[in-house]
């Protein structure tokens, strides 16, 4: 899991780049921005408290809600295989799996894990992580492994 403080940071720069810098260009530098720049910060320690150190419910709320504000598309959220290896992208895989799909493939399930791609195939091939029917992994198998509870 990663440290409180580098997972307040990605929010918090995310946070800025998707929503507060372009906010500040549409009200032209207004002292509102600045105001919430703070209020963000503070939201940001909560969220992360909440994602590494809440019961299952309430984290997985944080989660959802950080993922779906940062990422908003039309398509389900398919992050690339290095986004799961920051900070955010670990506490997601560990507190949610993947928020948005109940398979993963074999690369992402090893970015999920730490792990190559040829990891993820050694242990479904030993039996240490189910197949899904539909290929790849379960989301849900390397959340479990994750977290120590697949045994």
């Known amino acids: 899991m990663p440290t409180e403080n580098a997972l307040v940071d990605q929010i918090v720069r995310l946070l ?7 906010l500040e260009v549409l009200l032209e530098g207004d002292d509102a921005v600045a ?7 503070l939201r940001a320690r909560r969220w992360a408290a909440q ?8 984290a997985v709320r944080a989660a959802v809600r950080l993922v ?10 398919d992050p690339p295989t290095e986004w799961w290896r920051t900070p955010l992208g ?5 507190r949610v799996g993947h928020p948005a799909a109940e398979s993963v493939s074999y690369a992402t399930a090893g970015a999920m ?19 899904h029917p539909d290929g790849g992994v379960p989301s849900a198998a390397v959340r479990d492994r994750l977290r120590g ?3």
Do not use: E, K
């Open 16 to 22: 800025d780049i998707r929503l507060l810098d372009p």
């Open 113 to 131: 894990l730490g792990i190559t791609r040829q990891g993820v195939h050694d242990l479904v091939r030993r039996g240490r992580l189910p197949r």
């Open 35 to 41: 105001a919430l720049r703070g209020l963000v910060r």
């Open 68 to 77: 779906a504000t940062l990422y908003p598309d039309d398509q389900a959220f």
């Open 149 to 151: 509870t697949d045994r």
């Open 51 to 58: 994602m590494l150190d809440g019961d299952d419910a309430v």
């Open 90 to 94: 670990a506490v997601v895989a560990v």
